[in-house]
């Protein structure tokens, strides 16, 4: 089967950024287009019993949006060292693994390749597995990396 569009989120781990190089080698393989994405909470504090001010909101805006372009900066980078010129992509929103399926579905993305970071034990159950959501999310098929 040839993939014709991949999709990538990243968050500016390590373990993300290996997701972009095995991504960016199928791509060069099969002649597809990659998109990288960055997904940044649109309001983090949704869930919270408490206000923030706005400029606290502000800070937070700005400063993942730097993250975030920095991520992507990154990520296409390493793609463009595989010989791949890749769309990036902020996505705003809720950060979960629906928003990256539905970037997914929306782009007509054909494989999802995303880093896991192989928490076991107590740090999955209390951090859980962002991968392991879109896995269970997905009608897509998804190619999680490990290292």
């Not at 500016?12 to 972009?20: E, K, N, P, Q």
């Not at 390749?113 to 896995?135: P, T, Y």
Request: no cysteine.
């Amino acid at each position: 089967m040839a993939y014709q569009h991949l999709l990538v989120p990243v968050d500016g781990s390590d373990i993300s950024f290996s997701a972009v190089r095995h991504a960016a080698q199928i791509a060069k393989s099969f002649g597809s287009k990659l998109t990288i994405i960055s997904l940044i909470a649109e309001n983090p504090f949704t869930e919270a019993d408490f206000y923030y001010s706005s400029a606290i909101m502000k800070e937070y805006f700005v400063e993942a949006h730097t993250n975030a372009k920095k991520a992507l900066k990154q990520a296409t980078n390493i793609a463009a060292e595989e010989g791949i010129t890749a769309e990036s992509h902020i996505v705003t929103g809720l950060v979960n693994a629906e928003h990256v399926v539905e970037k997914a579905e929306e782009i007509g993305a054909d494989l999802i390749v995303m880093g896991s970071h192989g928490r076991k034990g107590f740090q999955k159950l209390i951090l859980g597995s962002f991968a392991q959501d879109v896995l269970s999310s997905s009608e897509i098929p998804v190619l999680i990396i490990k290292k």
